[in-house]
């Protein structure tokens, strides 16, 4: 499949899950391909290339891959990291589209932009930071 079809799917696959939790919420959301539509404002929010943490799962990735020797725990951390990731994600994309239709657009764009970003990578980077504490102890330990 090219490029274009797999952010197309998971565009998809997040676009769902936002319009799901959003749904709980109390919003009226329909959904349809990468994007979610509010009602009756007809707002609508694309998941579009930027918004899939694709950039975040491949530091994480390679952080991890790179850091440390114990394969055998690399093999379900890496894992349940990008799971991580993508729950982290989806909370973001939640609160961009609450951000989208009950802020204005200034408040929107320094949440899409900036916020929601920092945070992201923060807790992205505190799994980093805890993997590599645990690592140093391992190690310690085998001396």
């Known amino acids: 499949a090219c490029w274009r079809d797999i952010v197309h799917l998971a565009g998809g696959f997040y676009a769902r899950m936002v319009a799901i939790f959003l749904r709980l919420l109390g919003e009226e959301i329909t959904q349809s391909g990468i994007g979610f539509q ?54 973001r994309l939640i609160f961009i589209g609450l ?10 764009s320094i949440n899409h932009s900036l916020i929601y970003v920092v945070i992201t990578y923060a807790l992205i980077f505190l799994m980093i930071r805890w993997w590599m504490k645990r690592e140093n102890q391992e190690n310690k330990m085998e001396i």
Do not use: R, T
């Not at 975040?56 to 990731?85: E, H």
């Not at 239709?101 to 408040?107: D, K």
């Open 99 to 108: 951000s989208f239709e009950h802020l204005s657009s200034f408040y929107f």
């Open 38 to 91: 509010f009602h009756p404002s007809l707002k609508i929010v694309y998941v579009e290339e930027h918004c899939l943490a694709f950039p975040a799962m491949i530091i994480f990735s390679a952080a991890i891959i790179l850091y440390g020797v114990n394969w055998k725990d690399k093999l379900w951390f890496v894992p349940m990291g990008l799971f991580a990731i993508v729950v982290i994600n989806i909370l």
